[in-house]
């Protein structure tokens, strides 16, 4: 299944679909979580959407997951370079090729990373240097491969060999501006829109020569042109949409308002908050961040029917956009905080309970499903809030006695049952469900309701009754005169207790004086056996040398009958049929 999901994350990254890649890869991951090239091929899918803090996550766990794959690296230097981090670039490309010393995407990538530090450090308004030259840093490649319009482009040699020159040199840019590819990808790397034109009849395409370069004219050859012709073509040719530019403008803006926004949450000033988000929501409606910072702030306010409204217009919007699967899941469950924080009955959990499914659907992340699990929790809470009824309680456990005494236990365990829903403090109906179990053969259920009656009333001596007949019936001689002791403590008279000290002796005689038959003899040694108590006893090296001393030395043995510590654990022995007294 894993493997399906890769092959169908590696055909959409093939396909420049890098948000279905990443979803299948995710599916991918979710199969097989310790996969390092899985978190590899994600990180390179969120490199290609921009998204570096992502591909950086998954690129730090490929290392984490496979530290001697030099691929993971070169996943962590390319989203680096994205974040603009050009220091950690330069350190993670040294050290993949510390793993890996011959790796030429990690030579390349560290080449670009100390040449993006360079151009990082020197003064960004030197006279004569391109004012395009940041377009061209060693993020240009993720770029063009990235947009479906400068893709191809990638695999022509002298495209190729034009754009690295047109890297180590920004000022080198005027001589190419007449290759409508070099335009596109231009506009590609400024995020414009060119208006280029149709290329008209007869005119040549430039050339390549036998070494993929691209051909030109030396300086000699060189029409003269005028500087203000040269200036009138560039204006023609670069000519940025005033929508465009707009747009820029307003997304930039808008993030200027969300990072306000942050600032003013991380202060507590709510109401400020809100105000530059919703500014920020009005400028740009493409970005579900600000709709779900918002929730934020509502949530923490108590607004909930405000943040509930929120998530859902951002996860409207989200599925509109097919954003980010993370985004949507995290509107969800802030949706479904807040439907929980609304809860007043166990009914008012189910739609919290819902949408946070809904949103582990999306994603899976371990603070969504803590909170689905506390919403469960918090709903199965009430439900027996809300069902307690001691009166009701009472009135079934008189209606499970009846059918009791009519040996209908089936009938009786289900009107017990019902007694116990309704009033789950009620040590009688636990007593009373044993007692049925008892009949029925269930020693198990039965012990554990015998268990609980004692734990909810530590002084009703039916409790021991019930939980010492059910050990006795399966054979647990020693834990049953335990229990029955226990028992007596809480009251001295009780009959029923006084038989079942005494049975317990019996069956403990029984086994001194050696009278049990032979199958009597090999069911006790099997299950004492079987007894904790009884293995450790005869793992004890101390008690392997008693016994042996029993056996060979009477001298030592009788030393060892006068030590009661001792003496109790031989008596262990006996009753479990184990060591046998002639």
Not at 94 to 117: Q, V
Not at 154 to 179: G, R, S
Request: proline letters at 5%.
């Amino acid at each position: 299944m894993a493997d399906e999901a890769k092959a169908k994350g590696n055909a959409a990254f093939s396909s420049g679909h890098f948000t279905d890649a990443i979803r299948h890869f995710t599916d991918a991951i979710n199969l097989a979580p310790t996969n390092h090239v899985l978190y590899s091929n994600r990180s390179a899918a969120y490199a290609s959407l921009n998204q570096f803090s992502e591909a950086l996550s998954d690129a730090e766990k490929t290392v984490e997951l496979k530290p001697d794959w030099g691929k993971g690296y070169s996943r962590l230097g390319a989203a680096h370079i994205g974040l603009q981090s050009y220091n950690d670039a330069v350190s993670a490309y040294r050290k993949g090729l510390e793993i890996d010393p011959n790796n030429e995407a990690l030579k390349s990538g560290l080449a670009d990373a100390e040449s993006a530090l360079a151009r990082n450090n020197r003064p960004r308004s030197s006279p004569g240097m391109s004012p395009f030259g940041d377009a061209f840093g060693p993020e240009m490649w993720v770029k063009l491969s990235s947009d479906p319009t400068t893709r191809g482009f990638l695999q022509q040699p002298d495209f190729v060999k034009m754009m690295q020159d047109i890297q180590k040199n920004p000022n080198n840019l005027n001589m190419y501006l007449q290759d409508q590819r070099v335009m596109k990808s231009l506009g590609a790397l400024l995020n414009l829109k060119f208006q280029t034109g149709p290329e008209e009849d007869g005119a040549e395409a430039p050339s390549a020569s036998g070494d993929g370069s691209l051909e030109r004219k030396s300086n000699s050859e060189a029409e003269p042109v005028k500087e203000d012709t040269r200036q009138e073509r560039e204006a023609e040719t670069v000519t940025i949409s005033d929508e465009e530019k707009e747009k820029k403008l307003v997304k930039e803006q808008a993030l200027k308002e969300k990072e306000a926004g942050n600032a003013a949450y991380k202060k507590k000033d709510f109401e400020t908050a809100i105000q530059h988000y919703t500014k920020a929501i009005e400028l740009d409606d493409a970005d579900i961040s600000f709709l779900t910072n918002r929730a934020a702030v509502y949530l923490e306010m108590g607004k909930y029917e405000d943040c509930i409204k929120d998530c859902e217009k951002a996860f409207e919007r989200g599925r509109e956009l097919r954003s980010d699967y993370k985004m949507l899941a995290k509107a969800l469950t802030r949706k479904g905080t807040a439907l929980a924080k609304m809860a007043k009955c166990s009914k008012d959990y189910e739609p919290a309970i819902e949408t946070f499914q809904k949103a582990l659907t999306e994603h899976r992340n371990p603070d969504t499903l803590k909170k689905l699990n506390d919403a469960e929790r918090a709903k199965k809470e009430l439900e027996q809030q809300e069902y307690f009824d001691p009166k009701i309680a009472d009135e079934e456990r008189e209606k499970g006695n009846q059918f009791f005494k009519e040996q209908k236990y089936p009938e009786a365990i289900k009107h017990y049952s019902e007694a116990i829903r309704r009033n789950p403090n009620d040590p009688k109906a636990f007593s009373n469900r044993a007692a049925c179990y008892t009949k029925l053969g269930a020693m198990p259920e039965g012990l554990k309701d015998a268990e609980k009656c004692i734990e909810l009333d530590p002084t009703f001596s039916k409790g021991y009754t019930r939980k010492g007949a059910v050990q006795f019936f399966m054979k647990e001689y020693e834990k049953a005169l335990e229990t029955y002791q226990e028992g007596l403590k809480h009251d001295p008279q009780n009959p029923e207790l006084m038989d079942g000290i005494r049975r317990c002796v019996e069956q403990a005689n029984k086994a001194s004086r050696g009278d049990l038959t032979p199958d009597e003899l090999k069911e006790r040694q099997a299950k004492g056996m079987q007894d904790p108590e009884i293995q450790n006893i005869l793992t004890d090296p101390v008690m392997r040398q008693v016994l042996t001393d029993f056996q060979e030395n009477p001298v030592a043995a009788q030393k060892h009958m006068k030590n009661p510590g001792v003496m109790d654990k031989i008596q262990k022995l006996v009753n479990a049929g184990i060591v046998q007294v002639k």
